[in-house]
């Protein structure tokens, strides 16, 4: 991932009234060598008010141990950056991602948004 790109997303929230989770998916190489990065959110509502937030998105456990589901030099993680977001309103959303970071980050190969009801548990 190169340290200016920038991913845009635009969901369409129908129904306001519920929550959701709010998930940065990641694909990278197993033989990254960072332990975690850090991204900035940037979210703009269908009337144009702009929310801006910082996350930071875990790759190792604290051992080392790559986090998520590896397949042979793949690893998916998942993040919940917020749980049980109510959105202000309905209608279509602009979420840019962008690392936060001075160099690229080598081994990462994607980045995605996932907004999803929670589960029952």
Do not use: Q, W
């Amino acid at each position: 991932m190169k340290k200016d790109e920038v991913h845009t997303y635009k969901p369409t929230i129908a129904d306001n009234a519920i929550n959701y989770n709010v998930i940065i998916a990641l694909r990278h190489h197993s033989e990254i060598t960072k332990s975690e990065i850090k991204v900035a959110l940037e979210m703009t509502s269908p009337s144009g008010k702009v929310t801006k937030t910082s996350h930071t998105l875990p790759l190792r456990d604290a051992s080392g141990k790559l986090l998520g589901e590896v397949a042979v030099h793949i690893c998916d993680t998942e993040t919940i950056i917020m749980k049980d977001y109510t959105f202000p309103e309905n209608g279509e959303y602009t979420v840019k991602i962008s690392p936060i970071t001075d160099e690229d980050i080598n081994g990462m190969m994607e980045i995605g948004l996932v907004i999803e009801k929670p589960k029952a548990e």
